[in-house]
């Protein structure tokens, strides 16, 4: 009976998971291995028996904990798959990469549990299931983990085999080598950073040696070290200037002769890992090429790339690259960006936020002047590329708010805002000065303490140091222009129903996708009481929620009461703890409905919140809207019961 048992076992390979077999749970499994959300509760995720002691669960726990950590973000494949009855055994392999070394095979076992497939707590193995003791059983569990054992090896070494040739086809099919034999090494540099921009990892390895009939001694280094930098979203810092999109990259040095070849970058360095609140530095980096002889070109990495170092903070730092390179770094950049001459002053500030808001920053040296002064024109420069680290931090939402415009004859200057999310009530004001020459309008470097006045902007720069004062103290105000500011709530009835859902959900698509600028042009706010400072800190928050979340609200009502509807909201997961319950009042304005953002009330059953939803209407009543106050409460009550029907039931103990 034994042998007959083992002999009706099923030995599928197959390339996919499909739904409700043994290959979807394993696949399940290794995806919620790698993300480390195994629950370990008998009947949740895996067969684990509910008689395994706490010992015993820890240290399946700590093995299942540092497997996670092993398997890459890679995507996963189902492999050879063995079904015996109620039992099954998977091969789930990752063998997307290109390093022979990330291939890895995971033996998962499996229990079927009426018409669902449970996975073994323990990979390779059947260990600690819920499978009670049969000799017939034991027979099939020990072929099955014999099996997996086995298979596990042969089917790892087969991926290993095969991925050369694998290699080999895929950089063929991006890189021919007629191109290393016939471009010039500042073309194949350039092929060598657009392959790093859109991380296109083949073309990268055919550059580095991938295409040769004898690969470098040194290959499985650059393939390893390439596996790496390109694995994670961010970039280690050796990385950083090769890869990384906040940095301009430009060719200062070009060397060599028909059979090597170096080339030398200035890299101006404002990617987000560069740092905070410094000015970006210049580095150097050098790459050098060297022709086989096959007459194909190979790209040389760096030793740091190949070992992942970090630059050295005093090796290559602006100031301390050599002069004659910086002070030659200005002409070079004119020749990479050539000036770009806008007709009026305006156009060439609206021009200078766009670019500051592209996912690069090198269309910025376009609309710059590198005239005159190399250390000035650097330091422009690199106060540009500062501002545009700070709009493009991955830890907030940053962007720039008009706040003033003054020009005169052929000077101009624009004053900004730096809106934050994370600090929405924080001034940061940025003075951007313009001048007409040449044909045209463009940025200037900005001035140093001490620097003489250019006489196109004595004028402007005499009027900017007047009414700054008045743009720092006033800038709330100025930065809310497009949000309509109201001296009391409006009266009449509030806006309809279909209008209102309408800005709302325009509203809130806004806050999740950033665009602060018809976030803030969607609402409305009272001018007393710090009506401004109470919206950009609301602002703030619903735009920091968002980032992390990647959402915004879900809609459970809308309710009318005099001069309000409002939004009766969810955000989040009914089911979450964590799930808020805010309520969104809008009002009726010329410009029609806007969200009064600066009122914040949830039902969130807390006497903090509760204490908070007070102080809300208690402002509305101060401020002589006692009826209005007393309508919005009414509107609350609806939306907390709305909330509590929401919410799902607390199951009994």
């Known amino acids: 009976m034994k ?15 499909d739904s409700g077999t043994p290959a979807e749970a394993a696949v399940r499994f290794v995806e919620k291995l790698r993300g480390g959300q195994v629950d370990l509760a008998p009947g949740a995720d895996t067969a684990l028996s509910a008689a395994t002691g706490k010992d015993k669960r820890e240290m399946i726990a700590a093995r299942i904990k540092r497997l996670s950590r092993e398997i890459s973000a890679d995507r996963v494949e189902v492999g050879p798959v063995k079904q015996d009855g109620d039992l099954a055994a998977v091969l789930v392999r990752q063998a997307a990469g290109f390093d022979p070394g990330s291939l890895r095979v995971i033996a998962i076992g499996l229990v079927r549990k009426g018409d669902q497939w449970l996975p073994a707590p323990v990979p390779g193995s ?3 299931t819920s499978l009670g003791y049969d000799e017939s059983r034991a027979g099939r569990i020990a072929a099955l983990e014999a099996w997996m054992t086995r298979e596990q090896v042969v089917d790892l070494s087969t ?17 021919q080598k007629e191109v290393l034999q016939k471009e010039k090494p500042p073309e194949l540099v350039k092929r060598l950073l657009t392959a790093c921009a859109t991380r296109d990892q083949a ?23 390439v596996g790496r930098a390109f694995s994670k979203e961010t970039f280690e810092p050796a990385w950083r200037l090769l890869a990384a999109p906040g940095v301009i990259r430009s060719v200062v040095l070009e060397d060599g002769d028909d059979q090597h070849a170096a080339i030398t970058m200035a890299c101006l360095d404002a990617s987000a890992e560069s740092g905070r609140g410094t000015l970006p530095h210049i580095r150097l980096l050098s790459l050098d090429l060297e ?3 096959e007459g194909l070109w190979r790209i040389d990495l760096p030793a740091a790339l190949l070992r992942s170092d970090p630059p050295d903070p ?13 002070d030659a770094l200005p002409a070079v950049w004119r020749r990479q960006f050539p000036l770009a001459k806008l007709d009026t002053a305006k156009a060439a500030s609206e021009a200078v936020v766009a670019a500051l808001r592209a996912n690069t920053p090198d269309s910025l040296l376009t609309l710059l002047d590198l005239e005159g002064d190399p250390e000035q024109a650097r330091l422009g420069a690199s106060r540009l590329a500062l501002i545009w680290r700070d709009l493009h931090s991955p830890r907030d939402l940053t962007t720039l708010l008009p706040i003033g415009f003054i020009e005169k004859n052929d000077g101009a200057v624009a004053s900004y805002q730096v809106f934050s999310s994370r600090q929405p009530e924080r001034a940061d004001l940025r003075m951007l000065y313009f001048v007409k020459r040449n044909g045209g309008w463009h940025l200037i470097p900005g001035l140093r303490p001490g620097d003489q006045v250019q006489p196109e902007l004595a004028e402007v720069k005499a009027q900017a140091d007047t009414v700054a004062p008045d743009w720092t103290k006033d800038w709330e105000d100025l930065a809310l222009a497009d949000s309509p500011a109201l001296d009391s709530v409006p009266g009449g009835e509030g806006p309809p129903e279909e209008a209102t859902r309408g800005i709302f959900n325009e509203w809130s698509k806004a806050i999740v996708a950033g665009d602060i600028g018809t976030s803030i042009r969607l609402t409305a706010h009272l001018k007393r009481d710090r009506g401004t400072a109470r919206l950009l800190r609301n602002l703030g928050y619903e735009l920091t929620g968002a980032l992390k979340t990647g959402g915004h609200a879900t809609i459970l009502g809308v309710i009318r009461r005099g001069p309000w509807t409002a939004i009766s909201a969810r955000i989040g997961n009914a089911a979450d703890p964590a799930a808020t319950y805010p309520l969104y009042p809008l009002v009726a304005t010329p410009d029609g409905p806007r969200v009064m953002a600066e009122i914040d009330l949830f039902a969130n059953g807390n006497r903090t919140r509760d204490f908070l939803n007070v102080a809300a209407w208690s402002r509305l009543e101060a401020g002589g809207n006692t009826d209005a106050a007393a309508q919005l409460r009414e509107i609350y009550e609806i939306h907390r019961k709305n909330a509590e029907s929401d919410r799902p039931p607390i199951p009994e103990k």
């Open 3 to 17: 042998s007959l048992l083992l002999a009706l076992a099923l030995v599928t390979p197959v390339l996919a998971a």
């Open 126 to 128: 059947f260990e600690n």
């Open 159 to 175: 991926l290993r085999d095969q991925s050369a040739e694998r290699l080999h086809k895929e950089i063929g099919g991006k890189i």
């Open 203 to 225: 073309t990268m390895l055919g550059l580095i040696g991938g295409l040769q009939k004898d690969l470098p001694r040194d290959w499985s280094e650059r393939l390893g070290a």
């Open 291 to 293: 022709k086989d002889p």
């Open 314 to 326: 005093h090796g290559d730092e602006d100031g301390i690259v050599g002069t004659d390179y910086l």
